[in-house]
């Protein structure tokens, strides 16, 4: 098993989840803030922009200085946000729920350059001719039985899938409620929430959209509908996605800034000369590969195939190997 990776076994008993995830962050030790700032997108590949701007405001707060997003950085982010949206859907999730991708369509999304564009390519395969129209139904249900784009088609085939284990959905607070918080939830193995594993995310944010299918056990299914209302709402609204900083009691400070994939949090500390001597990174997939969190009830109980699908609705930001049974060859992703 490698650094970054994660890796889902049984060990005789239930599924669990290990993530030796390489803390990229500890090469900011000791350095200047301003120095840290070009590395981050070259460190932070993925969601480069959110890390940027995570990482600016946490930085500018624990210096004292005016911490805000213009609005060019939340446009920015929600593009951001939109194109991982789509690439995630025609590249994995598609193919998982059997709905055939054009390579066209893959194509587009790599020349989009515009909101405009995006829009248009989230119009034809997932949400039909009118993007606020379908966000200002109600009976999702009912438009993914019509079968009209392959995202209803996929949404389909997830709601008749037998119920799955989960973990509960925790919508988390702003950057102040989380900085207030933070020995609570902040443990060195991994965020918790009242001492347990959560799902953070979309599907916690639009809970009260999604009770009902979470009570049926139908997460996967939950999942995707709440990446489509996300995706629906960086579309159409400005304000989709959530930026928030705060100070921290030791005079460091926090910022969450919302992904695609959840709440991306940065939390430093800075020493007298202006250096860090704190930095944790903390991306929602972290929530996700607690020992016995979304990742591995997800996985429990289910075959190798259903298990692949659902675990790519979690949507982690890196790799996983899924083996369901120590005796069985594991299942790469």
């Not at 200047?32 to 460190?43: V, Y």
């Not at 009118?130 to 019509?146: K, V």
Request: overall charge neutral; proline content about 6%; some cysteine.
């Amino acid at each position: 098993m490698t650094a970054d990776h994660i890796s889902l076994y049984h060990d005789g008993t239930q599924m669990r989840a290990r993530w030796p995830r390489r803390a990229a962050e500890w090469l900011f030790i000791g350095k200047p803030g301003a120095q840290i700032l070009p590395q981050i997108p070259l460190l932070f590949a993925l969601c480069g922009h959110a890390q940027s701007l995570a990482a600016r405001l946490a930085l500018a707060c624990a210096a004292g200085q005016p911490a805000q997003a213009t609005a060019a950085e939340r446009v920015a982010l929600q593009q951001e946000a939109a194109r991982e949206t789509l690439r995630r859907w025609l590249l994995d999730w598609a193919p998982a729920c059997g709905q055939h991708i054009a390579p066209a369509d893959v194509l587009a999304l790599g020349r989009a350059r515009s909101a405009d564009a995006l829009r248009e390519l989230a119009c034809a395969s997932i949400f039909g001719d009118d993007i606020a129209a379908w966000r200002a139904g109600a009976d999702w249900q009912q438009w993914a039985a019509a079968g009209a784009t392959a995202g209803a088609r996929a949404l389909a085939q997830l709601l008749q899938a037998a119920p799955e284990h989960g973990v509960p959905w925790q919508q988390l607070p702003d950057a102040a409620g989380l900085a207030a918080g933070l020995s609570d939830w902040l443990r060195p193995t991994g965020p918790v929430w009242h001492g347990q594993p959560c799902e953070v995310g979309a599907v916690a944010d639009y809970q009260t959209l999604l009770l009902p299918l979470q009570q049926q056990g139908k997460h996967s299914a939950a999942r995707l509908l709440a990446r489509w209302l996300r995706l629906a709402d960086c579309l159409l609204r400005p304000d989709a996605l959530q930026v928030s900083v705060a100070t921290l009691g030791d005079g460091g400070a926090l910022a969450r800034v919302d992904t695609a994939r959840g709440p991306l949090l940065h939390l430093l500390s800075l020493d007298g000369a202006g250096c860090i001597s704190r930095y944790r990174v903390l991306p929602p997939t972290l929530w996700h590969t607690h020992e016995y969190g979304a990742m591995a009830r997800a996985a429990d109980g289910a075959s190798a195939q259903q298990a692949q699908c659902r675990l790519l609705l979690i949507d982690p930001c890196t790799s996983f190997t899924l083996s369901p049974h120590t005796t069985e060859e594991p299942v790469h992703a």
